[in-house]
């Protein structure tokens, strides 16, 4: 065994502080995308801890009412959703997509605000960058950033269908 964790070690590569081999300096489009990501999570997880706090003091009534939860916990996401929809927020279709906006009177919804903000900030770094990027003329990955925010727009626009969700 210790002869398998030494060829493990000798193999495994090694950060640039344990080899001594100098690091890559990090250019001004990592800095960017970094700073940007920084500023968000710095916003949202105060956020995520303020809106869960209104949640579970009760401040704003939730739709579900906590005590009524492990009734719902074995339910999948979809069935969930429907009793929900059913038993306490009564709208006329099924919750689903960016239909959660239209609840944020209830607290167990408020929530979501933050949870929709921190996957949007990878969104936000690729629109500071790719300007950047082109200025530098580093056309292709511009041109990859560019394709990533499409995508990542087109999903959370609820355009695009697919799984069983």
Same mark, same amino acid.
């Given at each position: 065994m210790a002869e398998v964790m030494e060829s493990v070690k000798q193999d495994t590569p090694r950060p640039a502080l344990v080899t001594g081999q100098p690091l890559k300096p990090v250019g001004g489009v990592e800095?960017? @995308?970094?700073?940007?990501?920084?500023?968000?999570?710095?916003l949202a997880l105060p956020l995520l801890l303020l809106t869960f706090g209104i949640y579970a003091s009760g401040v704003v009534a939730p739709a579900v009412p906590i005590a009524e939860l492990p009734n719902y916990w074995g339910l999948s996401a979809h069935e969930y959703?429907? #009793?929900?929809?059913?038993?306490?927020?009564?709208?006329?279709?099924?919750?689903?997509?960016? /239909?959660?906006?239209?609840?944020?009177?209830?607290?167990?919804?408020? /929530? @979501?605000?933050?949870?929709?903000?921190?996957?949007?900030? /990878?969104?936000?770094? @690729?629109? #500071?960058?790719?300007?950047?990027?082109?200025?530098?003329?580093?056309?292709? @990955?511009?041109?990859?950033?560019?394709?990533?925010?499409?995508?990542?727009?087109? #999903?959370?626009?609820?355009?695009?269908?697919?799984?069983?969700?």
């Open positions: 800095l960017l @995308y970094a700073h940007i990501l920084e500023i968000g999570v710095a959703l429907a #009793a929900v929809n059913a038993d306490h927020v009564h709208r006329a279709g099924e919750l689903t997509g960016w /239909t959660w906006v239209g609840e944020l009177n209830h607290g167990d919804f408020l /929530t @979501y605000i933050a949870i929709a903000l921190l996957p949007m900030l /990878t969104m936000v770094c @690729y629109l #500071a960058i790719i300007p950047r990027l082109l200025r530098q003329g580093d056309r292709v @990955y511009a041109g990859i950033a560019a394709l990533e925010l499409l995508i990542l727009s087109l #999903a959370a626009s609820g355009l695009l269908k697919a799984g069983g969700h």
